[in-house]
């Protein structure tokens, strides 16, 4: 016969921790929720067999104290996550979010870079290898300018297939500097930047998204201060459990000051034209010609997701697409009236029948699958030919 307190700390242990079961299989689909899957299955089947022969008062109130507080912090954190709800207090841009800065360097001009201690990382801040000044000899240097949808990797794509069928004299250098959430407003900075610095003999030029998302605290061109970087270590950590989330939203709200999106677009429409036309002409001016791209996307096709309104980085689907098909034109435009080149990606992809749009994302509908990349990469370097001349 169990003792009272067995039974009453076997019956607490179990509803405690197979609520944490429950709700960590249902996040299961997730890699985060895999860790405590495993974790609380162990600890459920753990207590349920060893609680009865356990008779030291000392071990009962551990385990005890153990499910008050599984009870108490992790199962609400697990219900938080499983309804998705997020709340990071200061947040300036639908991305990178306030914690997301404790993984990248806050830049006074750019808002921020990636974080030089990573080893894909160069001393410029993006993913790649480092960039040689001067330019070696007989070396063909391509600028990427764009966001995360450029930075995943098909510039590294366009280089190989350049110096596979290239001329045997030149070795074709495609340098990065793209970088996760940037608009046409941070390609202008890097004219300036690199456009002259890093000796570029042409440019690629992809924007678009983060330019028609929703601004937080102020457009683009207004911010004045580049973002506080976030917290490290313990800090860091304590950011992201949604609990802590759940508190300072609370707190905010109690303050009138939870941050929303602003009736206003990061980069206006007139503003991506004139961006546009600014990187152009400022790269131009030392000689270095110019291949503007429009966005491609599946969301004509499959949809747009519904994160981009659940998360705040648009304000309803049709809107989105209908900005998405706008923001392209504005791209064509540029090109026609300055007489730069340009590969129409939105166009060329969206006639490709369903099955191959598919193919060619990810799941979001704007980044490139693998075999998007080498598509994309197989454009740009058929386009990139008439541009190829002895440095």
């Known amino acids: 016969m169990l003792s009272r307190d067995v ?79 997020r709340y990071e207090a200061g947040i300036q841009f639908g991305y990178p979010r306030p914690t997301g800065f404790a993984y990248l360097e806050p830049d006074e001009k750019l808002f921020w870079r990636r974080n030089r201690d990573d080893k894909n990382v160069n001393s410029l801040g993006f993913v790649g290898r480092e960039v040689q000044i001067p330019k070696p000899a007989g070396c063909f240097r391509i600028l990427f300018f764009g966001d995360s949808v450029t930075e995943q990797g098909f510039p590294d794509v366009v280089g190989h297939l350049l110096n596979l069928d290239g001329p045997d004299t030149l070795r074709f250098d495609c340098v990065s500097l793209a970088a996760a959430g940037y608009s046409s407003y941070q390609g202008t900075v890097l004219a300036d930047l ?35 970087p976030a917290s490290r270590g313990a800090g860091r950590w304590l950011g992201t459990l949604r609990l802590a989330q759940l508190a300072a939203w609370a ?41 503007f791209l429009t966005a491609p996307t599946s969301h004509y096709r499959w949809d747009t997701p519904d994160y981009l309104v659940r998360k705040g980085f648009a304000s309803g689907k049709q809107r989105s ?25 939105e166009r060329e992809l969206a006639h490709l029948p369903p ?11 704007i980044h490139l699958s693998l075999a998007g990349s080498a598509v994309v990469a197989s454009r740009i370097a058929k386009a990139l030919h008439p541009l190829i001349r002895e440095p």
């Open 251 to 291: 707190a905010d709200g109690l303050r009138g000051s939870r941050p929303h999106p602003l009736n206003e677009l990061r980069v206006s429409p007139e503003e991506y034209r004139g961006n546009l036309g600014y990187i152009h002409d400022r790269l131009t001016g030392g000689g270095v010609p110019v291949l």
């Open 7 to 85: 039974r009453l700390t076997r019956a607490l242990s179990v509803v405690s921790f197979l609520a944490s079961l429950v709700l960590s299989m249902a996040l299961a689909h997730s890699r985060a929720g895999m860790v405590p899957v495993a974790v609380f299955a162990l600890a459920c089947l753990g207590l349920w067999h060893g609680t009865p022969r356990i008779r030291h008062t000392a071990i009962l109130n551990a385990v005890v104290a153990l499910a008050v507080l599984n009870g108490l912090i992790v199962v609400p954190e697990l219900l938080l996550r499983l309804r998705d709800f």
């Open 321 to 345: 697409q209908a900005l998405h098909r706008q923001y392209n034109e504005i791209v064509r435009e540029v090109a026609r009236e300055r007489g730069a080149l340009l590969v129409d990606l």
């Open 355 to 365: 099955r191959d749009v598919a193919a060619l994302f990810s799941r979001d509908g």
């Open 194 to 228: 690199y456009g002259s610095a890093l000796e570029p003999d042409a440019a690629v030029v992809l924007f678009g998204w983060n330019d028609h998302y929703q601004a937080y605290g102020a457009p683009d061109r207004r911010k004045t201060v580049s973002p506080a």
